[in-house]
T-cell receptor
Framework: SQTIHQWPATLVQPVGSPLSLECTVE??????LYWYRQAAGRGLQLLFYSVGIGQISSEVPQNLSASRPQDRQFILSSKKLLLSDSGFYLC????????????FGPGTRLTVT | AQSVTQLGSHVSVSEGALVLLRCNYS??????LFWYVQYPNQGLQLLLK??????LVKGINGFEAEFKKSETSFHLTKPSAHMSDAAEYFC?????????????FGTGTSLTVIP
């Protein structure tokens, strides 16, 4: 079975500062990867997904960006954080052999002050 | 297009009472349906799933859900609530086949269990 690691677990950043969140996956190769954001009271919002190295699709226009430099690495970035970027960020990939099912990482709690 | 509606953002039940969390879906193709549970500051954990087999699906921790096509519903139930069931619950839909980016989540229901 696969394992998703997210780093860091928690982060407090001032408005206007840059952001880099990392997601790495073990136990599977060439997975589809997803970034979700969970804001208070708003459920899960799909931000980006990637079907392979260098391939990124954006679901919601915003000041965030994503990159996939390696097969099992997915990075979420921002050049200048906004207060509205606060939330819980989750990385996900399909469960092995079941592309219709999402498996989630432990998440990163981001607080923008 | 697919979408999910969870009725009730907050549900409170007494310990030992029936848990009922509601989920209605909209899908233009036969859906796969899921319930996920999230404990504070943790990722989502799959609770159970419907993938076009039996309409009554049993999951972990004593939860079950019934797929009702005529009602476009997939409500989550548990006969007797336990304190450890307090968490956020998300219903989700995925079309089949899934080309890779089509997962739709409800806004979640926060379950409180009163001792």
């Amino acid at each position: 079975s696969q394992t998703i690691h997210q780093w860091p677990a928690t982060l407090v950043q001032p408005v206007g500062s840059p952001l880099s969140l990392e997601c790495t996956v073990e136990g599977t190769s060439n997975p589809n990867l997803y970034w979700y954001r969970q804001a208070a009271g708003r459920g899960l919002q799909l931000l980006f997904y990637s079907v392979g190295i260098g391939q990124i699709s954006s679901e919601v226009p915003q000041n965030l960006s994503a990159s996939r430099p390696q097969d099992r690495q997915f990075i979420l970035s921002s050049k200048k954080l906004l207060l509205s970027d606060s939330g819980f960020y989750l990385c996900a990939c399909p469960s092995p052999g079941r592309t219709y099912e999402q498996y989630f990482g432990p998440g990163t709690r981001l607080t923008v002050t | 297009a697919q979408s999910v509606t969870q009725l009730g953002s907050h549900v409170s039940v007494s310990e030992g009472a029936l848990v009922l969390l509601r989920c209605n879906y909209s899908s233009s193709v036969p859906p796969y349906l899921f319930w996920y549970v999230q404990y504070p500051n943790q990722g989502l954990q799959l609770l159970l799933k419907y993938t076009s087999a039996a309409t009554l699906v049993k999951g972990i921790n004593g939860f079950e859900a019934e797929f009702k096509k005529s009602e476009t519903s997939f409500h989550l139930t548990k006969p007797s609530a336990h304190m450890s069931d307090a968490a956020e619950y998300f219903c989700a839909v995925s079309p089949h086949p899934n080309t890779g980016n089509q997962f739709y989540f409800g806004t979640g229901t926060s379950l409180t269990v009163i001792p």
